[in-house]
């Protein structure tokens, strides 16, 4: 596989219908999280919170309802936003993301509607380019862990499937491409790392509310939960019913079911783009000492912490 990076120029990698994406509006989401961690589904989540929260207050308006989901730096993402070059009757405006129901929203949409932005921008990046979201009140930012040796599996059969991306010479080549961080959004371990010392930083600082910190591993082990955990840190009420209602819609099994949410009409992927979903996979891929490297990888990166970033021992 050809060693691939991200340009040095942060703008050149920009459509300019991400621009907008980068300056922050009052009651935006931010979802951040490294490639194959669970970016997703945790849009899919806070999506079907909005959707439920607004069938249980029809008096707010269609604000959360309507809610327009959207990915910056779609070129490295190319189901995300895109040109419209067909529908004549929208004068072929840029799309600008997409509604709950999977329907695009065109750009000078003039319905309200809440954001919920994923991207996978390294700490560094943020705060370059959009360093607004880190002193918002009114701005939310969720990001999502996993354990890096579930993301390497994920990431590579990613790119085998994927025709946009390089196809990798062999699984041994990918990981080692992807311990160096010559991966797209470069090094998996420094993003984790820096992302969460952000979160502490902010905490020391009284900022408590401004980022959640999630992993992958315990929305698999207590979605429920973790659900719960989103609606109180988003300041979001749902009763028993809602909140049983976004976990069923919000499973690994019925986003998988769905094609519009497993993305089965785009020709670019070769193969359903949500695969497995499990905690361990990586067990079916790693060799004996692939694992042993990887772990002093990890204990030098990490520094030994992996409770700092809520990673238990047992799942790495």
């Known amino acids: 596989m050809q060693t691939v990076t991200m340009p040095a120029n942060d703008v050149e990698n920009i459509h300019k219908n991400d621009l907008d994406l980068l300056s922050p509006q009052s009651g935006d989401v931010y979802l951040v999280a490294y490639p194959k961690a669970g970016v997703t589904w945790m849009t899919e989540i806070v999506t079907a919170?909005?959707?439920e929260y607004a069938t249980e207050n029809r008096n707010l308006g269609k604000e959360f309802g309507n809610a327009v989901r959207a990915h910056a730096f779609c070129d490295v993402c190319p189901m995300a936003r895109r040109r419209n070059a067909n529908n004549q009757n929208k004068m072929n405006k840029n799309v600008v993301g997409f509604d709950a129901n999977g329907k695009e929203v065109y750009e000078n949409d003039e319905e309200k509607r809440r954001r919920i932005i994923s991207l996978h921008f390294p700490l560094k990046r943020m705060e370059k380019m959009m360093p607004e979201v880190f002193i918002d009140d009114a701005v939310k930012l969720i990001y999502v862990a996993r354990n890096p040796k579930d993301i390497a599996v994920s990431y590579y059969h990613f790119h085998c499937m994927n025709e946009a991306l390089?196809?990798?010479?062999?699984?041994?080549?990918?990981?080692?491409?992807?311990?160096?961080?010559?991966?797209?959004w470069g090094s998996c371990l420094e993003h984790m790392r820096e992302w969460n010392k952000k979160q502490h930083d902010l905490d020391a600082t009284g900022k408590h509310g401004q980022l959640l910190w999630l992993t992958f591993e315990s929305l698999k082990k207590d979605l429920k939960g973790a659900m719960r955990l989103i609606c109180n840190y988003l300041g979001l009420n749902l009763?028993?019913?809602g909140l049983a209602n976004v976990v069923n819609r919000c499973t690994f099994a019925s986003m998988k079911a769905d094609p519009k949410r497993n993305h089965s009409s785009n020709t670019i992927f070769k193969s359903d783009f949500l695969r497995k979903g499990k905690v361990g996979d990586w067990k079916t891929k790693f060799t004996v000492e692939q694992n042993i490297n990887f772990n002093k990888f990890m204990a030098r990166e990490l520094e030994n912490n992996f409770s700092r970033?809520?990673?238990?021992?047992?799942?790495?």
């Not at 390089?166 to 797209?184: A, I, M, N």
């Open 309 to 316: 970033l809520r990673l238990q021992d047992d799942e790495l």
């Open 49 to 51: 919170i909005y959707r």
């Open 166 to 184: 390089p196809t990798p010479e062999s699984w041994e080549q990918f990981l080692d491409d992807f311990v160096k961080g010559y991966v797209r």
């Open 239 to 241: 009763s028993d019913r």
